[in-house]
């Protein structure tokens, strides 16, 4: 469930990046980064965060893994006396009917399937160098540019060599 929803966050982020969204004021003023100055794409806007804003990323993912965060309205550790993936705190909504219950987990592990395999798709187009969202060229229809000339760009592959 833990995969799901960490996928879940990386298709949102990836749909905030395309769709131009950008946070107010600097993502690190020490280095004078702003949110207005993070690129595009995927890999080039996970680049562009500095180490120190990686290392605060994975200080608050520890601090969810281990309970130090834990609040009524946070996420708390996972203890041995919960089901798998309820991390939630106190304040959070549970559910005492067993049907409906299953019911919301399946959707939640159908919608983080769902968002595991998008957020794959867009990191693949983006390393094949199309657009992340519309590999196809967008909403103007138009092809993207051939990024592999079919002629010559396996003609070096040790099973195509001339024996």
């Not at 004078?32 to 500095?50: I, N, Q, R």
């Not at 601090?63 to 130090?68: D, L, Q, S, V, W």
């Not at 909403?139 to 024996?163: C, K, L, R, W």
């Amino acid at each position: 469930i833990k995969h799901g929803r960490a996928a879940m966050l990386g298709f949102l982020h990836v749909i905030h990046l395309e769709a131009g969204v950008r946070f107010p004021g600097y993502l690190s003023g020490s280095a004078g980064l702003k949110f207005t100055d993070m690129p595009k794409g995927c890999f080039a806007s996970l680049e562009a965060v500095p180490a120190l804003g990686w290392l605060q990323i994975l200080a608050v993912a520890l601090a969810c893994e281990t309970g130090y965060a834990g609040r009524a309205f946070s996420v708390v550790k996972q203890t041995d006396d919960r089901e798998p993936g309820d991390i939630g705190g106190e304040g959070w909504v549970r559910y005492d009917d067993p049907g409906e219950k299953a019911y919301k987990l399946n959707v939640e592990r159908q919608n983080g399937r769902a968002a595991m395999m998008g957020i794959t798709g867009c990191l693949a187009h983006e390393i094949l160098g199309v657009d992340a969202l519309y590999p196809t060229g967008g909403f103007g229809g138009e092809a993207p540019p051939e990024i592999i000339d079919m002629y010559t760009s396996f003609a070096n592959f040790p099973s195509f060599a001339a024996v």
